[in-house]
T-cell receptor, first 114, second 110 residues
Framework: EAGVTQFPSHSVIEKGQTVTLRCDPI?????LYWYRRVMGKEIKFLLH????????ESGMPNNRFLAERTGGTYSTLKVQPAELEDSGVYFC????????????FGSGTRLTVV | KNEVEQSPQNLTAQEGEFITINCSYS?????LHWLQQHPGGGIVSLFM???GKKKHGRLIATINIQEKHSSLHITASHPRDSAVYIC????????????FGTGTRLQVFP
């Protein structure tokens, strides 16, 4: 079974540019989460999809961040325009709709804004 | 103050030593998770527990719901156990999102 796939694994962009991160969850996992770790801090929640619907986007830092999950399959997280403080590692995790099965994490995308 | 606190932040050990990492939380939870991240690697889920104790190989996780405390033990530690160990709690409800501790960096020397 394929795991949660994220790409790119690394991205270096200039301040003001746009970057799109992608997450492919495990097939059949209706829950998809985005998390972020900025340097030296704990990993923090960004948002949660159930299928194609945003269940909770309370962790999204501002309107420069846009997440989508078209068709309830893969998800994208776009940052436009990127700022220096957006640098960090962005993790995606997925889980089945039935509670109690835990989460599977992707390897993360390391974003560096210079 | 973070809702999930881990200790210690850094830990070094000699191969074969018994290791304990602690996690305390201050919110109501549906479950507690122990996660592992090797250098340059992704996050791997080790345990999800809501009561009692779980064991997998040389790893043991315990939780005390009344005291809001969990421990991760590694018996007969090995250099390949060197990683960051992260405690996270899930809040349940419609989102069931995770709140993470800052992690414990473990280095095991031969």
């Amino acid at each position: 079974e394929a795991g949660v796939t994220q790409f790119p694994s690394h991205s270096v962009i200039e301040k003001g540019q746009t970057v799109t991160l992608r997450c492919d969850p495990i097939s059949g996992h209706d829950n998809l989460y985005w998390y972020r770790r900025v340097m030296g801090k704990e990993i923090k929640f960004l948002l949660h999809f159930v299928k194609e619907s945003k269940q909770d986007e309370s962790g999204m830092p501002n309107n420069r961040f846009l997440a989508e999950r078209t068709g309830g399959t893969y998800s994208t997280l776009k940052v436009q325009p990127a700022e220096l403080e957006d640098s960090g590692v962005y993790f995606c995790a997925s889980s089945p709709l039935i509670a109690g099965w835990g989460y599977t994490f992707g390897s993360g995308t390391r974003l560096t804004v210079v | 103050k973070n809702e999930v606190e881990q200790s210690p932040q850094n830990l070094t050990a000699q191969e074969g030593e018994f290791i304990t990492i602690n996690c305390s939380y201050s919110v109501g939870i549906s479950a507690l998770h122990w996660l592992q991240q090797h250098p340059g690697g992704g996050i791997v889920s080790l345990f999800m527990l809501s009561s009692g104790k779980k064991k997998h190989g040389r790893l043991i996780a315990t939780i005390n719901i009344q005291e809001k405390h969990s421990s991760l033990h590694i018996t007969a530690s090995h250099p390949r156990d060197s990683a960051v160990y992260i405690c996270a709690v899930s809040l349940g409800g419609n989102t069931d999102k995770l709140i993470f501790g800052t992690g414990t960096r473990l280095q095991v020397f031969p």
